[in-house]
């Protein structure tokens, strides 16, 4: 895997040394040909100029910082192109209008889900939920606002409860409403997607946001809301799950 290394090194630019092992167990894992060829372009086009460091692994992806020839951050959301992440986001494709006609091959359904956080992104923006700004998707990958300092992501709520929980939470249903008002469900709201700016909330992971159109709209949202007020009572002891119904 030497090789991967170096063309990663040589053309996708600056790797922080403190990332050394992980960084190139990272590239193995998830920069596999086509990924790697994906990232290309997205530099050849101008998207983004340098991949700085790795934000989070997960099973089905991988996040990174990544600067702009400006040398603006960008966080960049990378799907893995396998059957696992394939089976995971099949039902929530499966049923959603807007993708009726997107390939069939496991390859073509996952960047059909990089679109789809894609919109899922923009929509929820446009309606005014705060949610990071979407830049571009291009196969797997999803470009958007980064949201943290130099060389670490704001916290989640579960890593950093709010100081205010009340206050915190008046503005987090006021981003609901607004994709509420859109009629999405979110699919997957709870303290482990919902990011503590300096006190103020932001939702990430939208890919499996589904429409009023899709089968699992409602029951999607009763499980956020039921997740919602499961966390807030530890903050906020009386709190009815009334409050929830959003
Ligand atoms: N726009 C962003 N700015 C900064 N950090 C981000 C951003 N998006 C995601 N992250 C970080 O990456 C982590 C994983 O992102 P996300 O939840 O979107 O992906 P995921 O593949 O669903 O991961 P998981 O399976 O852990 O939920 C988040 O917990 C957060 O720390
Ligand atoms: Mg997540």
Same mark, same amino acid.
């Given at each position: 895997m030497q090789g991967r290394t170096e063309v990663l090194d040589r053309k996708i630019g600056r790797i922080n040394a403190t990332y050394g092992q992980d960084w190139k167990k990272t590239i193995d894992d998830v920069f596999d040909e086509v990924t790697l060829k994906n990232l290309q372009q997205l530099i050849s086009q101008g998207i983004i100029s340098t991949i700085e460091n790795v934000i989070a692994t997960g099973k089905e992806g991988n996040v990174f910082r990544a600067r702009t020839i400006r040398g603006e951050n960008?966080?960049?959301?990378?799907y893995r192109i396998?059957? *696992?992440?394939?089976r995971k986001l099949? #039902?929530?494709i499966e049923g959603d209008t807007r993708f009726k006609n997107s390939g069939n091959s496991p390859r073509e359904r996952i960047f059909t889900w990089a679109q789809k956080e894609y919109k899922n992104l923009h929509s929820m923006r *446009?309606?005014?939920?705060?949610?990071? #700004?979407?830049?571009?998707?291009h196969k797997n990958i999803v470009v958007m606002q980064y949201l943290g300092w130099r060389f670490r992501p704001y916290p989640t709520i579960r890593e950093l409860p709010p100081k205010e929980p009340e206050k915190f939470l008046l503005m987090l249903k006021e981003s609901i409403k607004s994709y509420r008002n859109q009629k999405l469900s979110h699919g997957d709201l709870s303290?482990?997607?919902i990011i503590n700016r300096r006190e103020e909330p932001f939702i990430i992971d939208v890919g499996q946001a589904v429409p009023d159109s899709h089968p699992l709209y409602s029951q999607l949202h009763e499980r956020d809301m039921k997740n919602l007020h499961r966390f807030w009572k530890k903050y906020i002891p009386n709190i009815k799950k009334e409050e929830f119904q959003i």
């Amino acid at each position: 895997m030497q090789g991967r290394t170096e063309v990663l090194d040589r053309k996708i630019g600056r790797i922080n040394a403190t990332y050394g092992q992980d960084w190139k167990k990272t590239i193995d894992d998830v920069f596999d040909e086509v990924t790697l060829k994906n990232l290309q372009q997205l530099i050849s086009q101008g998207i983004i100029s340098t991949i700085e460091n790795v934000i989070a692994t997960g099973k089905e992806g991988n996040v990174f910082r990544a600067r702009t020839i400006r040398g603006e951050n960008r966080a960049v959301k990378i799907y893995r192109i396998n059957t *696992a992440t394939f089976r995971k986001l099949e #039902k929530y494709i499966e049923g959603d209008t807007r993708f009726k006609n997107s390939g069939n091959s496991p390859r073509e359904r996952i960047f059909t889900w990089a679109q789809k956080e894609y919109k899922n992104l923009h929509s929820m923006r *446009a309606a005014g939920a705060n949610v990071p #700004k979407p830049y571009h998707v291009h196969k797997n990958i999803v470009v958007m606002q980064y949201l943290g300092w130099r060389f670490r992501p704001y916290p989640t709520i579960r890593e950093l409860p709010p100081k205010e929980p009340e206050k915190f939470l008046l503005m987090l249903k006021e981003s609901i409403k607004s994709y509420r008002n859109q009629k999405l469900s979110h699919g997957d709201l709870s303290e482990y997607n919902i990011i503590n700016r300096r006190e103020e909330p932001f939702i990430i992971d939208v890919g499996q946001a589904v429409p009023d159109s899709h089968p699992l709209y409602s029951q999607l949202h009763e499980r956020d809301m039921k997740n919602l007020h499961r966390f807030w009572k530890k903050y906020i002891p009386n709190i009815k799950k009334e409050e929830f119904q959003i």
